[in-house]
């Protein structure tokens, strides 16, 4: 069983920046494609930022040059560092994993539907 943990939400004002971290039990982040998703409240949930096993990343393009992915194989945990926030990226962010690894594109994450394993969440808040 996958389990996914995320830390590092908070409260910043704009042009913050925040590192939220996803550790990852039950497999290895180097096997698996894993991401980020967000919602706010009233809107869909969108994909943020994914990385492939093949470390291949995938970015919204709301948040691009903003915001970047990776992960460190050996302790099994994803990174999302979020710099110049804006109070628009103010959401539940949530962590997201699938031993498929999809990929859609380099300005497009896949759909959520495409991710089995999904975290409890953490919460980023910006302000202006």
């Known amino acids: 069983q996958v389990q996914l943990v995320e830390s590092g939400g908070g409260s910043v004002q704009a042009g913050g920046s925040l590192r939220l971290s996803c550790v990852a039990s039950g497999h290895t982040a180097g096997t698996y494609g894993m991401g980020w998703f967000r919602q706010a409240p009233g809107k869909e949930r969108e994909g943020v930022a994914t990385i492939g096993s093949d470390g291949k990343t995938s970015y919204a393009e709301s948040v691009k040059g903003r915001f970047t992915i990776s992960k460190d194989n050996a302790k099994s945990t994803l990174y999302l560092l979020m710099e110049s926030l804006k109070p628009e990226d103010t959401a539940m962010y949530f962590c997201?994993?699938?031993?498929?690894?999809?990929?859609?594109?380099?300005?497009?994450?896949?759909?959520?539907?495409?991710?089995?394993?999904w975290g409890q969440g953490t919460q980023v808040t910006v302000s202006s």
């Open positions: 997201v994993a699938d031993r498929a690894s999809p990929y859609c594109g380099t300005w497009r994450p896949c759909p959520a539907t495409l991710y089995t394993y």
